[in-house]
């Protein structure tokens, strides 16, 4: 998984972690970790960040399986 790819959409979008979070509904610290590679994002947390971002899934987490 490229993590880094959340980390340019949210900056493309102008957004600080913590904004994101919130729009997404999960923890500041889950998009660090996301962005760092250190955990993966569950489904639930992909489907999330990437509606907060207006984006597809699919972009912002290549390869992933997206149901």
Do not use: C, H
């Amino acid at each position: 998984m490229n993590s880094t790819m959340l980390a340019k959409f949210r900056q493309a979008k102008g957004l600080t972690q913590f904004e994101l979070a919130k729009r997404a509904n999960v923890g500041q610290s889950v998009i660090s970790a996301i962005e760092t590679g250190k955990i993966w994002p569950y489904p639930k947390w992909r489907k999330r960040l990437a509606n907060a971002l207006g984006v597809d899934e699919e972009d912002v987490f290549p390869g992933l399986d997206v149901i």
